[in-house]
């Protein structure tokens, strides 16, 4: 079983920062595609940001590029999403996810995750 394990959330003021991590059980982290995803009261889940196993591609939703970066270390099995230029319009759980497959082909598909973490809360302050 994979376990997924957010953190790094909170409050913030506009246009401030923060890093989201996400470490993942399992000795094949190495080989997973990992996305963020976030959602905010009364949306949908939407996919915020990529990356394939081997850190090679990243893909962003274009709310968010040039703002955050995606980033992995696999010997740590953790996952990053640095956050910044944050805008209360960026306020939502945020959820990393886990594909098997590697590749970032359809990352923005929620579908394409098999694993999920429990989410962390961002909050941006005007």
């Known amino acids: 079983q994979v376990q997924l394990v957010e953190s790094g959330g909170g409050l913030v003021q506009a246009g401030g920062s923060l890093r989201l991590s996400c470490v993942t059980s399992g000795r094949t982290f190495r080989i997973y595609a990992m996305g963020w995803f976030r959602q905010a009261p009364g949306k949908e889940r939407e996919f915020v940001a990529a990356?394939?196993?081997?850190?090679?591609?990243?893909y962003y939703a274009d709310s968010v590029k040039g703002r955050f970066t995606i980033s992995r270390d696999n010997a740590k099995n953790t996952v990053y999403l640095q956050m910044n230029s944050l805008k209360p319009e960026d306020t939502a759980v945020y959820y990393c996810a886990a594909d098997p497959r590697g590749g970032i082909v359809g990352a923005f598909i929620t579908q394409k995750y098999d694993y999920w973490g429990q989410g962390t809360q961002v909050t941006v302050s005007s």
């Open positions: 990356v394939s196993w081997s850190a090679g591609n990243t």
